[in-house]
Every structure is written in C-alpha cells, then in structure tokens.
C-alpha cells in the first residue's frame, strides 16, 4: 500500500517540499526570490519605456 504523503507546498525558488503556512524555505530563498522579483519590474518598466519611445517616434515621423 503507498505511504501517505503529509501536507505540503514547495518553496517559490527552490521547490523543495515545506509546510503548508511557509512561502520559501529559507532566507536565502526569499531574497533570491525577491531579487529577482525586482529585476523582472525593472526589465518591466524598461519595456514599457521603449514602446512608449517607439510609438512616439513613429507618430512624429509620420507628421
């Protein structure tokens, strides 16, 4: 008969198994995940600078 496997979720970073009230599994996974939480906004606002830039380019090219 299969074991029973006990109530869990997996760590946001690394996916080890942890308990189900907890996000990470360490603190070094929390601020790895936020790091790159952070570097995934600024590439966010980034992009949408440059296709604000380029919509703007094209509307003043085309007068």
């Known amino acids: 008969m299969a074991e029973k496997i006990p ?3 997996h760590c946001n970073m690394c996916w ?4 189900v009230d ?5 603190d070094e996974c929390k ?3 936020q790091a790159m ?4 906004r ?4 980034f992009m949408l600078v440059l296709i604000a830039a380029f919509t703007i380019m094209i509307f003043v090219g085309t007068k």
């Open 42 to 45: 600024i590439l966010w606002y």
């Open 22 to 26: 907890e996000k990470f599994c360490s």
């Open 16 to 19: 080890k198994a942890i308990p």
């Open 7 to 9: 109530q869990h979720v």
């Open 31 to 33: 601020q790895r995940y």
């Open 37 to 40: 939480r952070k570097k995934g």
